[in-house]
């Protein structure tokens, strides 16, 4: 079955950018989406079609893709911004979720 | 405005069935696709399947093939996924959501747009 693959956590100070990747084979064929999911909220969508921001989505959250890594980049990452990322692509019908990145915004 | 509501907090004995139902408003039931995502207590978002509103046709990820059933009731908007064989690794909490894209019909666009709740399962004896 198809894996997409994240760091468990990664740790930034407030203001700094927080760079979070997403591997998987042939990953650069599909489309990505990012989701913030903070405890005890529902999951909500940062980044679609791998660069892409919904609306109410602030600027500081950008996506990119490179070969078979996706990136998800918080540039002057805020306090409220403390939560665990998931990639998510599409393998043919099936959703497919990575491990996930817990971020701590230190 | 699209909500996606899904029905109480369920505790149940292992062996038992669950039924999660996902009250869907504000934008055209059948134009889009639902899906079920599941979070058990400190693990990562597992996607479930899916279910086309229009036809009931679902698609299920492999390993719940055999306990899951997604059905929906177009006469009030609600889509349903009910779990069999409850086991105490099925605790979780459950998700229901709406899928967009900007092709009709082309899956690789879609993301998740509208997110239910959540609904607490517990499998406990």
């Known amino acids: 079955s198809y894996e997409l693959t994240q760091a468990p956590s990664l740790s930034v100070s407030p203001g700094q950018t927080a760079i979070i990747t997403c591997y998987g084979e042939t990953l650069g064929e599909r489309y990505v989406s990012w989701y913030q999911h903070k405890s005890g909220q529902s999951p909500v969508a940062v980044i679609y079609?791998?660069?892409k921001r919904p609306s109410g989505i602030p600027e500081r959250f950008s996506g990119s893709i490179s070969g078979d890594t996706a990136t998800l980049t918080i540039s002057g990452t805020q306090p409220m911004d403390e939560a665990d990322y998931y990639c998510?692509?599409?393998?043919?019908?099936?959703?497919?979720f990575g491990g996930g990145t817990k971020l701590a915004v230190l | 405005q699209v909500q996606l509501v899904q029905s109480g907090a369920e505790v149940k004995k292992p062996g038992a069935s669950v039924k999660v139902s996902c009250k869907t408003s504000?934008?055209?039931?059948?134009?889009?696709?639902i899906h079920w995502v599941r979070q058990a207590p400190g693990q990562g978002l597992e996607w479930m399947g899916r279910i086309i509103p229009h036809s009931g046709v679902t698609t299920l990820a492999q390993k719940f093939e055999d306990r899951v059933t997604m059905t929906r009731d177009t006469s009030i908007n609600t889509v349903y996924m009910e779990l069999s064989s409850l086991r105490s690794d099925d605790t979780a909490v459950y998700y229901c959501?709406?899928?967009?894209?900007?092709?009709?019909?082309?899956?690789?666009?879609?993301?998740?747009?509208?997110w239910g709740q959540g609904t607490l399962v517990t499998v406990s004896s």
């Open positions: 079609q791998n660069n």
């Open positions: 998510q692509a599409w393998d043919y019908s099936w959703g497919v």
């Open positions: 504000g934008y055209m039931f059948i134009g889009s696709y």
């Open positions: 959501a709406r899928v967009t894209g900007d092709r009709v019909g082309d899956i690789s666009t879609y993301y998740f747009d509208y």
